[in-house]
């Protein structure tokens, strides 16, 4: 019986496999569509592969939440950590505890306000947002020209001022505005809908309501670009009459520009961040040298072209 229980155990060791990892991941917000897609992208991915477990948590959009679920991966013992981040400042903390505990340690998305100077072993897997703000703008600017507009104002929708791809997508578009090309477009005013609908419907309302006239908002998300809609259509605004642009490329974007009311947004590749951090974090477990930035393009995604992105999301 003795040498039957040893074999059993030894068997069952052997099918274990021989490289399991367990990589802790925590995002801001699971009720966000992007960051929702970055999460299926993750587990779907982890699938495939053998041995690699991961533990996903919620931060609600809560900064303290987020650093506790950080130093819990830690005390875990896990393999690896990857964060996209509620708040861009909170990475000084969560840098400096999985260094000292030597965890390999990736930011997805959302990261640090200057990812080149994190340390060795960690990495910043994203976009760079000095082109989402930028492709947006630029079109935003192409197309109010195209309808022979020789003055245009525009208002900006903000996400949460706290992250830094809303500060750089909102910075991309005053620098676009300002060029000679483009400089006939005047920000009548610019306000933070924190990347929700709601907010952003709200806002929109006010502004209409207090008799605020523009020709374009330009939002950082697609999820604010919507909200404005269903603001400017409740209002009674038609659609043809004002340039709404948006940022991600979401299935719930992309539905709205079919319907033909978001003239603009950018694809941001959420399945492709999402998969290549835990490709980063995998590496660097094994000791790998990484690049401390990878970038995944952004694509600019207007009625002409939208067919390519449509099966994407």
């Known amino acids: ?27 801001p917000n699971f009720d966000n569509m992007f960051q929702t897609l ?73 990261g640090p306000s200057d990812p080149s100077g994190l340390p060795e072993g960690q990495a910043f897997v994203a976009s760079n947002e000095l082109d989402s703000g930028t492709l947006e703008a630029q079109e935003v600017c192409r197309q109010l020209k195209a309808a022979r507009k020789s003055e245009a104002k525009a ?10 791809a809303a500060r750089l997508r909102t ?22 809908g924190a990347w929700q609908r709601q907010n952003a419907a709200d806002l929109v309302t006010n502004w209409l309501a207090a008799g605020t006239q523009f020709d374009a908002v330009v939002s950082n998300n697609d999820e604010m670009a919507i909200g404005a809609i269903q603001a400017l259509r ?17 299935a719930d974007g992309l539905a709205a520009m079919q319907a033909g009311d978001l003239d603009v947004t950018v694809f941001q590749d959420a399945a492709g961040q999402g998969r290549g951090s835990v490709d980063a974090a995998l590496k ?30």
């Open 171 to 192: 910075q991309d578009v005053h620098d676009v505005f300002a060029t000679p090309e483009c400089s006939f477009i005047t920000i009548v005013d610019e306000q933070t």
């Open 38 to 110: 970055i999460k299926n992208a993750m587990t779907d991915y982890a699938a495939t592969l053998d041995g690699v477990t991961l533990q996903m948590e919620d931060a609600q959009l809560d900064i303290g939440r987020q650093l506790s679920q950080v130093q819990n991966f830690i005390a875990s013992g896990v393999d690896g950590i990857i964060v996209s981040v509620v708040d861009s400042d909170a990475t000084v903390a969560m840098t400096k505890a999985a260094q000292e505990a030597g965890i390999p340690l990736v930011y997805v998305n959302t």
């Open 1 to 27: 019986m003795k040498k039957l229980a040893l074999a059993t155990i030894l068997g069952a060791c052997a099918a274990l496999p021989a490289s399991a990892q367990t990589i802790g991941v925590t995002l």
């Open 234 to 250: 409740g209002a009674g605004v038609p659609m043809e009459d004002v340039v709404v642009g948006g940022i991600d490329a979401t």
């Open 155 to 164: 208002v900006i929708l903000i996400g949460d001022l706290s992250n830094e």
């Open 284 to 313: 660097l477990i094994k000791g790998e040298k990484l690049d401390t930035q990878i970038y995944i393009p952004f694509e600019l995604v207007t009625k002409d072209n939208m067919d390519k992105y449509l099966h994407i999301n």
